[in-house]
């Protein structure tokens, strides 16, 4: 067909496990990729990976990945027909994808009108009203004048959220909960919008206490057809970053799934919407859900969609941005089984999740049926304080729910990470916790649930492994020293020796042993 536009050769625009994740697919569909890094990223995997690789800038994001110029010289300079933004940096922005189209380059997402509509917040409010998608009670337009705003709040009814209209993931947020605190909640919410975003204009909402946050993975092509590839439970998270993501939600029945569908569908549609995109709800106690927003890329939490419907949705990206007709109905879609995901992150959880920037000394992720591990890095990489500090994703697969928890916590055990803390022993927390196990849990469940202090207890075959091990290491130790008998390769007693050796050892107190070094 004549609409066809073959992406030879795509450029992408991003770092670490998204940009290896997109080659990944591009490389089974034969197209060529082009990496860009930083300075810090010099010797990073995305970069040896990619069959092009061209430095952009200095360490900074501001310097490198978010320098719409030099990115879109480079797509020139190497011929590359399309950009592949990933998650973050310039996925969402909407002169960026305008930039690309200007040049002559497939931007591959959403067109530029759609990213602007949704990232706007009172925009994407009166598209979903129109489009008869439900929302909070709240008001549609920006507050332009606060004593109004008072009387719409009282008539809304407390407790109100006034959210930013720039806003997302949670910035210039304040929730109200009397009328006398409405005037001062309004001033600082707006402040903080203003610098966050040079953009102070803000909204009200009825507040929805302890709500789950489901999200609808959408398709969208060329031609006009939508279809949903079911929801996501991300109500796991704390400070608006999610920590562990599954499908299906458990709480979801087979009509209210198909009622979610059809509304995020009607939202996509209502904004012209092609590519991958998310539609996010709020889910109540009463099982009402609201739209929340529209993220208008493709998703860190994508592997479990594709866990459940067995769709690679960066392969979909690329052919719905070639001009392809989806080649499936939602009749032909249907979940299999129970997909997790786990975020695992250089921060420590028994420490307010603070970032732990360092070098791994060790990284052995885990492996076998139904386990996914999606990396940008490698033993010997640095997690710097650049980035986002992810280390990878570890998703699961498996028939029911309750072999995708086995199965994780399974995955989790055998994973070891040495040099910096991470976010696995609070996974596995999550794994076990009967709130999560049971599936009674909110958006609330870190602040409800978690304590540091009951993460990763030290189980009586924990404890005798790490006695025999910190036996075995105090020998390798004298070995190296010279004080006993040449320690024989293969040995009997012997461990790792040399410098792995150490490392391998703290990476089991902190991994399996607790949080006290
Ligand atoms: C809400 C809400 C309750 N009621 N809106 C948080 C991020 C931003 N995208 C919107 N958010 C919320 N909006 C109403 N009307 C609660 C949250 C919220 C939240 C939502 C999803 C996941 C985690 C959350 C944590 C705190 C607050």
Excluded at 173 to 181: G, L
């Amino acid at each position: 067909m004549s609409d066809i536009r073959r992406i030879r050769k795509v450029l992408i625009a991003n770092r670490g496990e998204i940009a290896i994740r997109i080659m990944r697919s591009c490389q089974e569909m034969g197209i060529a990729t082009v990496a860009v890094f930083s300075d810090a990223d010099r010797t990073a995997l995305h970069v040896r990976m990619a069959d092009e690789s061209v430095h952009i800038g200095g360490s900074p994001s501001s310097e490198s990945y978010l320098v719409t110029e030099r990115i879109l010289a480079t797509a020139k300079e190497t011929g590359a027909d399309a950009i592949h933004p990933g998650y973050g940096f310039l996925s969402e922005n909407y002169r960026f994808a305008a930039a690309c189209e200007d040049a002559g380059i497939i931007f591959i997402g959403p067109t530029p009108e759609a990213i602007e509509a949704m990232g706007d917040k009172t925009a994407a409010r009166a598209l979903m009203e129109e489009a008869g998608v439900p929302m909070a009670p709240g008001t549609i337009d920006a507050i332009s004048d606060p004593d109004e705003a008072e009387t719409t709040a009282a008539g809304i009814g407390y407790p109100v959220l006034i959210k930013a209209a720039a806003g997302g993931g949670g910035k210039g947020m304040r929730i109200v909960r009397k009328a006398e605190n409405f005037q001062s909640a309004l001033e600082t919410a707006s402040r903080e919008a203003t610098s966050a975003f040079g953009d102070g204009r803000v909204f009200i909402e009825k507040y929805i206490e302890q709500p789950r946050h489901i999200e609808f993975q959408i398709l969208a092509d060329t031609h006009g057809t939508i279809l949903h590839l079911f929801e996501r439970e991300c109500s796991i998270q704390r400070r608006h970053q999610k920590v562990v993501e599954e499908a299906p939600s458990s709480v979801l029945t087979p009509a209210l799934r198909a009622a979610m569908g059809e509304a995020a569908i009607r939202a996509a549609r209502s904004c012209g919407y092609v590519g991958a995109g998310t539609v996010e709800f709020l889910l109540d106690k009463d099982m009402n859900f609201y739209f929340m927003e529209m993220n208008t890329r493709l998703q860190v939490e994508h592997p479990v969609t594709e866990g459940i419907t067995g769709i690679d949705l960066v392969e979909q990206q690329l052919l719905v941005a070639e001009g392809h007709p989806l080649a499936f109905s939602q009749d032909d879609l249907a979940i299999s089984g129970h997909s997790i995901e786990c975020r695992i992150y250089a921060e420590d959880p028994a420490n307010g999740f603070l970032p732990g920037p360092g070098r791994l000394l060790a990284h052995d992720p885990p492996s076998g049926f139904g386990v996914r591990v999606d990396s940008g890095v490698e033993e010997g990489s640095d997690i710097s304080l650049f980035y986002d500090p992810m280390i990878s994703k570890l998703t699961t697969w498996g028939p029911n729910r309750e072999a995708a928890i086995a199965r994780m916590i399974r995955a989790l055990d055998e994973y070891e990470v040495a040099g910096v803390p991470t976010t696995i022993p609070f996974c596995r927390f999550v794994m076990e916790h009967e709130a999560f196990t049971s599936g009674h849990f909110s958006t609330h469940f870190v602040d409800d649930h978690f304590r540091p202090e009951e993460m990763n207890a030290l189980t009586a075959e924990d404890e005798e492994t790490l006695a025999i091990a910190a036996a075995l290491f105090v020998d390798g130790h004298r070995h190296e020293q010279g004080h006993g008998p040449a320690s024989s390769a293969g040995g009997a007693s012997s461990i790792p020796t040399g410098s792995s050796a150490p490392a391998r050892f703290s990476s089991w107190r902190r991994n399996r042993g607790g949080l006290t070094d």
